[in-house]
């Protein structure tokens, strides 16, 4: 699934990151700890450089422990980036990122430490904000695109906040990565199919995760195919419509809800080896798609070309 939705007010963030990123010292990048590699914004790693970075996996308490710290051995095997695990429960772990930040960037002989907080739609950055200032600063909700703004905020003597919009990337090339970015709501729902969502889900759920999809929603067998699953969901969960036919948008509904609140326990839907391959299949396809683009383009203009040709020949005829 291509995700295209990338409003105004993230175009206008992107100018704003760019142009602020000089006097930063520190970005903190929040990702989604259930999907790392697709909640990981591309645009704003181009942006950033070699920057100092700090990878904060947060939601780990919906994401597999063992997974999750994979993932944070991955990425700390990136020059000038650290990273670590939060959850919004544990605030005492959350308050330690300032003692982080203070020693990846070093002593500032009692200057300020600028940091700018950064990450994709509804990835948790505004209840972490909160944490960290001690006090309510930024909108949380269960929505994207909640903040609309930058704001700066202190939150210790030593440590100012820069805090940006959600930013998400205006197209998505992998397709997965766009599922998995629908499937746990870091696009609006207005801009996604129910049902094709929930069959993505279903699948990797079917593959991965049998046991639990039994236990959840009290199947003697899990079917084998997403079709059978969401009916199944659908009949056990009262989705019926005329002549008691399942209803897949409403099934769908119940699955996807299912894993964003984590009923199916701790998921995460991504390894570093999934990633690595799925993203050299990617980078493939859009080579392809761009030297097509450019033999098209080609074309029109050796079209064009000759035609140009054909009526000034015509015209010395004429």
């Not at 699955?255 to 991504?270: D, F, Y």
Request: charged residues 30%; hydrophobic residues 40%.
């Amino acid at each position: 699934m291509s995700i295209q939705w990338f409003p105004g007010h993230m175009h206008k963030a992107r100018l704003e990151i760019e142009a602020t990123l000089p006097r930063v010292d520190i970005v903190i990048e929040v990702l989604d700890a259930r999907i790392p590699y697709s909640s990981e914004n591309p645009m704003l790693a181009e942006l950033r450089g070699e920057k100092l970075c700090l990878k904060v996996l947060a939601k780990s308490d919906m994401a597999d422990e063992t997974m999750t710290q994979r993932w944070i051995e991955h990425f700390e095997s990136k020059q000038a980036v650290r990273a670590c695990a939060v959850t919004t429960e544990d605030v005492p772990t959350i308050r330690r990122i300032k003692l982080l930040i203070e020693r990846m960037v070093g002593r500032r002989d009692g200057k300020m430490i600028n940091a700018m907080i950064v990450g994709i739609p509804n990835v948790g950055k505004s209840t972490l904000i909160n944490h960290l200032a001690n006090r309510k600063i930024a909108k949380t909700g269960n929505t994207p695109a909640v903040t609309q703004q930058q704001q700066r905020v202190n939150i210790s003597d030593t440590v100012t906040l820069l805090d940006t919009p959600g930013v998400l990337w205006p197209n998505v090339h992998n397709p997965n990565s766009g599922y998995r970015l629908a499937l746990l709501g870091s696009i609006k729902d207005t801009a996604m199919d129910y049902a094709d969502v929930g069959f993505f889900a279903a699948k990797f759920l079917i593959a991965n995760h049998a046991e639990r999809l039994a236990d959840r929603f009290g199947l003697d067998e899990v079917p084998p195919t997403e079709l059978e699953l969401i009916e199944a969901i659908g009949r056990k969960r009262g989705c019926l419509g005329k002549n008691n036919h399942v209803d897949l948008d409403r099934a769908s509904r119940i699955l996807v809800n299912e894993v964003r609140t984590g009923g199916l326990g701790p998921l995460t839907i991504e390894s570093p080896s999934t990633m690595a391959w799925e993203s050299a299949q990617t980078a493939a396809a859009v080579a392809e798609a761009e030297e097509k683009a450019r033999e098209k383009d080609a074309k029109r203009k050796r079209r064009f070309k000759a035609k140009q040709k054909a009526q000034r020949k015509s015209r010395e005829m004429g």
